[in-house]
């Protein structure tokens, strides 16, 4: 009798061994570029194109330790440039589970590389509430793309991040442009907040629709179509090009109802097949015609000071949530509050307003 290869791994240790190996990774790059020397041969690595170096740059910015997070700070002071991040162009692409977002994205991507550009792509993953851990499948399912030279795509968890984004996703934008990526493209999980978590990253918003996906117009919230710069209706072939042509149709007449575009823009309903590649250089062409308008009107640029100044506050927001755990008496501190509104001997209003007064600490 064949004797017992011994238990097999269960579900909950193999996530337990990604977690880890990739802790692991952070501490290896993290020593490996602690000293400032260091960090400015890394820099120069990333502005140099250097896949591996920008890799390491962004699992750096994923990072939640505090001597990591100043690393961070000297390396993007070494590599922000704003002539290069003028130059670039983010799209931000998401659509409903199975409407074809990473063929759409790898056709699509394709077509910019045959132009003359590189294209960065940033998937966010919905990490499990459970777990923890994240499929982080687009490589996979990108295979030509990954492989190109002028493409780099990269998968990183939400890390139960408010609104389905990564936290360091506007920091990887930054790092993919001093790499020389002049086309970043960041897909959502396409559930949630995520569509406006993404729309306030980039400078346009491409949504994916689904033809003959039932009652179209009702079923899509009106709110995303109204961050939406460019509606595509993917799987527009065989027996289905039809139903996506009149759910084109539908949609530019619907959007048509809606108030006028922040940029001046009107939202135009395309068809298109990211299987057979068709509608693709049309969509280019959408995009473009998208950029020289928002360029002379200035739109471009106006968007992009608002989106920095929201950074700024989402990041004053997350440090301040962070340095509770500074000393110990804040962590108790803390801790005695979340019992108390847990308990019910509090509400959260009222718990979150106490924390937030200074004399808090003395009580």
């Known amino acids: 009798m064949a004797q017992n290869a011994g238990p097999k791994k269960s579900n909950k240790d193999e996530r337990s061994s990604s977690l ?27 502005q140099n194109g250097s896949r591996k170096a920008l890799g390491q740059a962004i699992t750096l910015a994923e990072s939640s330790l505090a001597k990591d997070r100043d690393r961070l700070e000297t390396l993007l002071d070494h590599v922000q440039s704003p002539e290069r991040s003028q130059k670039s162009w983010r799209l931000g692409i998401t659509g409903v589970p199975g409407v ?16 003359g550009h590189r294209v960065a792509v940033l998937a966010v993953d919905p990490s499990s509430e459970r777990s923890k851990g994240s499929l982080l499948g687009d490589q996979t399912r990108m295979e030509t793309l990954t492989k190109n030279p002028k493409a780099f795509i990269r998968p990183s968890p939400t890390a139960q991040t408010l609104g389905g984004v990564a936290r360091a996703t506007h920091e990887s934008i930054l790092l993919c442009e001093a790499a020389g990526f002049d086309r970043i493209l960041v897909e959502t999980v396409g559930v949630g907040q995520s569509e406006t978590a993404v729309r306030q990253l980039t400078d346009a918003f491409i949504l994916l629709m689904l033809p003959g996906a039932g009652d179209d117009l009702q079923g899509i919230k009106r709110g995303i179509m109204e961050m939406a710069d460019l509606i595509l209706v993917n799987k527009c072939d065989g027996p289905a090009a039809q139903q996506a042509k009149l759910a084109a149709s539908q949609y530019a007449q619907a959007v048509h109802l809606f108030p006028p575009t922040e940029g001046g823009h009107t939202v135009h309903a395309q068809t298109i097949s990211a299987l057979e590649q068709t509608g693709i250089s049309e969509t280019c062409n959408s995009i473009e015609d998208l950029m020289l308008l928002w360029s002379s009107n200035g739109w471009f640029e106006g968007q992009r000071s608002q989106q920095s100044i929201r950074q700024f506050n989402d990041h004053v927001r997350s440090l301040l949530f962070e340095n509770t755990q500074l000393s110990p008496h804040q962590t108790g501190a803390w801790k005695h509050l979340q019992t108390q509104v847990q308990q019910q001997q509090i509400s959260a209003f009222a718990a979150a307003r106490k924390w937030m007064n200074p004399l808090a600490s003395q009580t």
């Open 20 to 46: 880890e190996a990739r802790e692991q990774a952070k501490a290896r790059i993290s020593k490996a570029h602690q000293a400032p020397h260091a960090i400015k041969q890394w820099a120069d690595e990333i």
């Open 100 to 115: 074809g977002k990473s063929t759409f994205i790898e056709s699509f991507g394709a077509a910019w590389i045959d132009q």
